[in-house]
């Protein structure tokens, strides 16, 4: 039981080290996976809707 409540406190510890993130920082981090997201998703449909259509006119 020792063991597990040093533990504890070692995480507790380590985790007061941690700089934690901003609020802007991570409101920028998200709008930059969301604009990510959003452009690869455009490419990969338009990437799809070109192969289906080139072999649609093959078959």
């Known amino acids: 039981m020792g063991k597990i ?4 406190k070692e995480c507790g510890a380590e985790l007061k080290k941690v700089v934690w993130p901003s609020r802007d ?3 920028s981090s998200v709008k930059v996976v969301l ?3 959003i452009i690869i998703a455009v490419i990969l449909g338009v990437l799809d809707f070109v ?3 080139g072999m649609n ?3």
């Open 5 to 8: 409540v040093r533990f504890c």
């Open 25 to 27: 920082d991570v409101v």
């Open 35 to 37: 604009v990510s997201t």
């Open 51 to 53: 192969f289906v259509t």
């Open 57 to 59: 006119l093959i078959f």
